[in-house]
C-alpha cells in the first residue's frame, strides 16, 4: 500500500498546482483529491508536504495528514482504490469536461460547438438515466451503445454521433493522462466509421449556370453568388471567405495567390487566384462577410433555385429539387470534386484547400466512382 501526497500535473491560472493523494493498492492505483492548491516552490516533493517556510504549512499538512489517514482506514476496511475516488466530485466526469472547455478558449468556434454539443448531450443523458454524476468508469461500450441510441432517437446520426464521441474520448484521456483518474473501460469504445458522404454537390456545367445567371436587378443576392463562387474557385469553408482580406494575396511570376491559415484548423493553404476570381474580390474591395452563414444558406437556395437546377435528387434519405439540399458548404465541396474530375491530384487538392488528411478529403469528394468509370470507359474490356 502506497498513500502520499503529490502535486498534480497541470498549473491552475493563478499558478499553483492542486495537491491530490496518490493512493496505490491490489494493482490499483489512483489520484484522491483535496481542495488544496500550493506553488510548486511551497512543496517537498520528496516528503509529499508542505514546506515549513509556507506560513499555512502546519494547518496544510494536517489535513493532507487527516485525508492519509482516512484513505487508509477506507482500505483496511475493503474499499478499493476505485471505489474511493468514485466517490470524490473530483471524478465528476461532466464537471471536468466544463472546466476543458471553459479553458481551452483557444480551440476554433466549429470545434467548441462539438464539445459543448457533447457535454449537453451527457447532462441530458444523465438525467434520463436518474444518476447524480457520470465518472470516466461509467464510460463502458454497454454504456456507449445506449448513449448511441438515444442520440439516435433524437435524430444525431452516425457522422455527429462520430464527433461528439471523439470529444468524450479526447477528454478521458487527458484526465488519465493527468492522473484525474484510472478508468480504462473507455479505450475499447469502437467509434462509428467515417461515413462516406451523400452530400450532393454541384457539377462544372451548374456552377457555370450560376456564374452567368443574370442578377443585377438585385445586387444583394448578387454579392451572394458571387462569394459562393468564389468560395467555390478557392475551396473555402465560409468562416475562410468571409474573413479573406487583401494582405492575402500574394503575386510571383505574373500569378496571384491567396495565403491564409484556416479559421477551423489552422492550417496554412495557398490557393491561386484566377482572372474572374480576382476580378470579383476587387468588385467588392476584397471584403466578404455581408451577411451571416444562416442567411447565406437561406439566399444561395433560392439563386440556385433561380439558376434552374431543380431537379429531384436525394440526400440522406430524402428527395427534393437540388436546389434545396444547397447550403454554403456546397461550394467547398463542389470545388474539391469538379477539381478531382478535372485531373488533379488529391495531393494538390488538400494542399490548396488546407485538407489534414486524404481521407478526409475523400468524404467530400462526391465524383471518384465517375472518375472510376470514365477511366474504365477507355479500357478494352468496356469498348466492345
Not at 491530490?20 to 512543496?43: A, C, F, M
Not at 494536517?62 to 492519509?68: D, V, Y
Not at 449537453?120 to 448513449?147: C, Q, W
Not at 476584397?286 to 444562416?294: A, D
Request: glycine letters at 4%; charged letters at 25%.
Amino acid at each position: 500500500m502506497t498513500i502520499k501526497a503529490v502535486l498534480a500535473y497541470r498549473k491552475r491560472q493563478d499558478g499553483t498546482k492542486a495537491i491530490r493523494i496518490y493512493v496505490y493498492h491490489n494493482g490499483q492505483k489512483s489520484y484522491v483529491p483535496t481542495d488544496l492548491n500550493i506553488l510548486e516552490k511551497d512543496w517537498n516533493a520528496r516528503r509529499g508536504e508542505v514546506k515549513k517556510t509556507h506560513p499555512l504549512s502546519k494547518a496544510y499538512n494536517r489535513k493532507l495528514n487527516a485525508i492519509k489517514h482516512e484513505i487508509e482506514s477506507g482500505l483496511l476496511k475493503g474499499s478499493s482504490v476505485r471505489q474511493l475516488n468514485k466517490s470524490t466530485n473530483d471524478n465528476d466526469f461532466l464537471a471536468y469536461m466544463a472546466q476543458y472547455i471553459k479553458r481551452e478558449q483557444s480551440l476554433s468556434e466549429g470545434t467548441l460547438r462539438i464539445y459543448k454539443s457533447a457535454h449537453r448531450h451527457l447532462s441530458n443523458y444523465r438525467v434520463e438515466l436518474g444518476k447524480e454524476m457520470l465518472t470516466p468508469y461509467d464510460f463502458t461500450p454497454a454504456f456507449i451503445h445506449e448513449f448511441r441510441n438515444y442520440l439516435y432517437d433524437l435524430g444525431c446520426k452516425d457522422a455527429g454521433q462520430l464527433q461528439i464521441l471523439k470529444k468524450i474520448k479526447k477528454v478521458l484521456r487527458l484526465g488519465h493522462t493527468q492522473g484525474i483518474h484510472d478508468a480504462d473501460a473507455w479505450k475499447e469504445i469502437k467509434m462509428p466509421k467515417e461515413p462516406t458522404t451523400n452530400k450532393i454537390y454541384l457539377t462544372q456545367a451548374e456552377m457555370d449556370a450560376l456564374y452567368h445567371l443574370d442578377l443585377s436587378h438585385n445586387p444583394a443576392i448578387e454579392k451572394e453568388r458571387d462569394r459562393f463562387w468564389l468560395a467555390y474557385k478557392f475551396m473555402m469553408r465560409y468562416s475562410d471567405i468571409a474573413s479573406v482580406n487583401r494582405e492575402m494575396m500574394v503575386a510571383t511570376k505574373g500569378k496571384r495567390f491567396l495565403v491564409y491559415i484556416s479559421v477551423k484548423t489552422k492550417i496554412k493553404a495557398t490557393v491561386p487566384i484566377g482572372e474572374n476570381a480576382f476580378k470579383l474580390l476587387e468588385k467588392y474591395d476584397w471584403k466578404l462577410n455581408f451577411t451571416s452563414n444562416q442567411q447565406a444558406n437561406r439566399e444561395i437556395k433560392r439563386i440556385v433555385s433561380m439558376a434552374g437546377i431543380n431537379q429531384i435528387v436525394e440526400q440522406d434519405g430524402k428527395s427534393a429539387p437540388k436546389s434545396q439540399f444547397v447550403t454554403f458548404h456546397t461550394a467547398r465541396r463542389s470545388g474539391a470534386t469538379n477539381a478531382y474530375l478535372s485531373g488533379l491530384s488529391l495531393k494538390i487538392i488538400a494542399d490548396v484547400g488546407g485538407w489534414k488528411k486524404f481521407t478526409t478529403l475523400q468524404v467530400y469528394l462526391r465524383a471518384s466512382q465517375l472518375v472510376s468509370a470514365t477511366q474504365a470507359a477507355d479500357h478494352d474490356f468496356f469498348k466492345e
